[in-house]
């Protein structure tokens, strides 16, 4: 990563704050627009809701019945990102299905507010359903088939910042915002800090754009500013096993539990709704997993056979303009508030929303920015791929080194990288070998991602690659990792020798680096410990308290 001088000695046309995918489709709109824009996140890119989610490319038919306008927008946003992301979107399709307990009223309601909102709703015969997802519960009573498809939220961001990134944009992680300064009632700079450093700085800038998510209320804090922002915690489940290969939604008003989503070999059951005033309340517990469970057995009789992977939560950003809205009961639509209204020119904030307009939030974004700088330009991210077809003589040579089922994985995430990783493997052909082979990672993959600059840790080459996310939750690729840190002499900031000649020069970081990684996939593991999960995680304790003593336990 550079230096943050480097930031700091030249004057931005727009700070972008939030690395999640609202922000990163800000940056890249601006960027295509030819506005000199830079994004700054306070941790790694998609730490935040984008990556704490259940996945879900929106047909609009769940928001249908309560809010057309959401519903609309979510159908037309869908198609446009099957269209321009493709290498971020599996097209899963997914059904809407009734059970006994939900009243046949509101399956009459739905399906009229669908076919307003030019949703396809198409109805299907419980034996139509049954033979294509036979896991379903045998006393279901109706099916629809809508447009619902799997979308990864880690790639997405990434594709869009790298593809910002190509039109001249800049963007910097690891980077907090203490306060957003202005003179005159206007905004003149962002003052930051290096969270990994301590180092400070100021940047210059003519306008900011609060993209923060759940923190978009404590930022706003800095500028003096208030905005009505209520996180709210949702709680998900992931499965070792891809029982369903369709999205299936419950088909009645929107409540927990309510949705399953496939994405590769897992399914994933979200989502609950409790009221936070955290926005970094993301710790699920083991009382939510269970009422998950117990609504998600009325879809899934068998659900307790299938292994749990992990559990994990994030943070819904909802505004409301109604104080005593709050949970389910707040909007899922977006807002751009433009301060200048408060008398405050060069700022302002967008919120609420969904993962799958993130586009058109970013558009609207930049819309209003672009008003106030005077760029005439028009927006054309809703035309232009992420990440363009790669070419068939680097298809070719990728063929000749990567392992065959390894590919097409690695090409559909590494987006920019993909080529640098073909040459890492031509030079060495012995880096195909798989470093993680739940998710197909070669050492060459995971060489190319720990040697960029945003790369500080295995949590951050994690979300790139995947990498312990599979069904061993870094049990065994977490050791390799370090060892393949040690070997290229990768990850420097957080790999230096104590000097005190008492470890042999061993990196003192080496240690750290691989607790760091363990505790976060522990977080997830922890409220699901039974069964199956509980005997895995007794295996890496053996290895890593026992075995390798990574507690530092005494003898």
């Known amino acids: 990563m550079q230096e943050l001088s480097e930031y700091t000695k030249r004057h931005w046309d727009v700070v972008v704050i939030g690395g999640g995918a609202t922000g990163a489709g800000t940056l890249r709109d601006l960027a295509m627009r030819g506005v000199k824009a830079l994004l700054l996140e306070q941790r790694d890119l998609v730490h935040g809701t984008s990556s704490r989610f259940h996945g879900l490319l929106h047909s609009g038919a769940r928001y249908a019945v309560k809010d057309a306008e959401a519903g609309r927008e979510c159908i037309e946003e869908n198609r446009i990102l ?82 910002a990134v190509r039109h001249g944009a800049g963007f910097r992680t690891y980077t907090e915002v203490t306060s957003i300064n202005s003179a005159n009632g206007q905004v003149t700079s962002v003052s930051v800090r290096d969270s990994r450093t301590g180092q400070t700085g100021e940047i210059p800038c003519s306008f900011v754009v609060n993209a923060a998510g759940s923190w978009v209320g404590e930022l706003a804090h800095t500028a003096g500013l208030d905005i009505n922002v209520k996180p709210d915690r949702g709680t998900l489940v992931a499965f070792n096993h891809r029982f369903t290969s369709r999205v299936i939604n419950r088909l009645r008003k929107a409540s927990d539990g309510d949705i399953f989503v496939p994405h590769g070999s897992i399914t994933i059951l979200g989502t609950t709704s409790k009221k936070t005033d955290k926005p970094d309340d993301t710790v699920p517990d083991t009382a939510e997993v269970h009422e998950l469970l117990d609504i998600g057995r009325v879809l899934f009789p068998e659900i307790d056979s299938y292994r749990i992977l992990r559990t994990f939560a994030g943070t819904r950003p909802l505004y409301t303009a109604d104080p005593s809205a709050e949970g389910r009961g707040a909007s899922r639509n977006f807002v751009v508030l433009d301060h200048e209204k408060e008398g405050l020119k060069g700022m302002a904030t967008i919120c609420g929303g969904k993962l799958t307009t993130y586009r058109l939030m970013g558009e609207r974004m930049a819309d209003l920015v672009c008003a106030k700088l005077g760029v005439a330009a028009q927006c054309r991210t809703a035309v232009e791929p992420l990440v363009e077809d790669t070419p068939p003589a680097l298809l070719e040579r990728a063929r000749k080194v990567f392992p065959a089922q390894g590919l097409e994985q690695a090409e559909s995430r590494l987006g920019d990288s993909f080529a640098a990783t073909v040459e890492r493997l031509e030079a060495a052909p012995w880096k195909k070998a798989l470093l993680c082979e739940c998710e197909r990672v070669t050492i060459a993959e995971f060489e190319q991602v720990a040697s960029e600059p945003t790369s500080h840790s295995l949590n951050d080459i994690r979300r790139r690659t995947r990498m312990g996310m599979g069904t061993c939750q870094g049990s065994f690729c977490g050791l390799r990792g370090v060892g393949a840190v040690l070997e290229a002499k990768l990850l420097p900031a957080g790999m230096q020798a104590c000097g005190t000649g008492e470890c042999d020069a061993l990196p003192c970081g080496a240690p750290d680096l691989l607790q760091s990684f363990q505790q976060e996939r522990w977080y997830g593991i922890r409220p699901v410990l039974w069964g199956s999960e509980l005997r895995e995680t007794e295996l890496a304790r053996g290895m890593y308290g026992a075995t390798l003593n990574v507690d530092g336990a005494d003898e």
């Open 82 to 163: 099957r269209r321009i992301g493709k290498h971020c979107v599996e097209e899963t399709e997914g059904f809407f299905v009734r059970t006994p307990e939900d009243g046949a009223d509101f399956e009459a309601t739905w399906v009229t507010a669908c076919d307003k909102c030019g949703i396809e709703a198409t109805p299907l015969t419980v034996k139509e359903a049954r033979a294509l997802e036979p896991n379903l519960a045998d006393n279901i009573v109706s099916v629809y088939r809508v447009p619902d498809s799997a979308v990864d939220g880690f790639r997405l961001v990434w594709q869009n910042v790298q593809n």
